[in-house]
């Protein structure tokens, strides 16, 4: 076997290429998760479905008003669904999506790289 054939084949499209900060997807993504509250939300909604109050009880400083625009956010982008109860009191569940699911495992691992890049710093 040639070294050549012992390399992995990607995609054109799964490497990352350089790009200007307009068109960079990871710049959006980071910018749009780089909010208050995105990631956290995200976090709580991964051990299962919430409704509005639970998800203020578990982030203590959020406002009602900026709760909903932070959900309205993740349901725009795929990441989280909204599900309206029919029984009384109405109300609202929300759930992580696939999308979702998919990027919290993303930020559990970011979440430990920087717990390692940080005890490696301190050396």
């Known amino acids: 076997m040639r070294e050549d054939d012992a390399r992995p084949c990607f995609l054109d499209m ?3 290429q350089p790009k200007r900060p307009d ?3 990871v710049e959006d993504w980071l910018a749009f ?6 990631a956290l939300i995200l976090w ?3 051990t299962g479905e919430k409704r509005h109050g639970d998800l203020m009880a578990l982030l203590p400083g959020v406002s ?3 709760l ?4 309205e956010g993740l349901e725009r982008r795929e990441l989280v669904a909204r599900h309206p109860l029919r029984s009384f009191p109405r109300g609202v569940i ?3 999506t696939p999308r979702g699911s998919s990027l919290v495992a993303v930020l559990n691992q970011l979440e430990v790289w920087l ?3 940080h005890r490696a710093s301190e050396r």
């Open 14 to 16: 799964d490497i990352p």
């Open 23 to 25: 068109d960079c997807p």
């Open 33 to 38: 998760l780089g909010h208050r509250w995105n």
């Open 44 to 46: 709580h909604l991964n």
């Open 64 to 66: 009602p008003k900026v």
């Open 68 to 71: 909903s625009e932070r959900l």
């Open 94 to 96: 929300y759930s992580l």
């Open 115 to 117: 717990r390692h890049s």
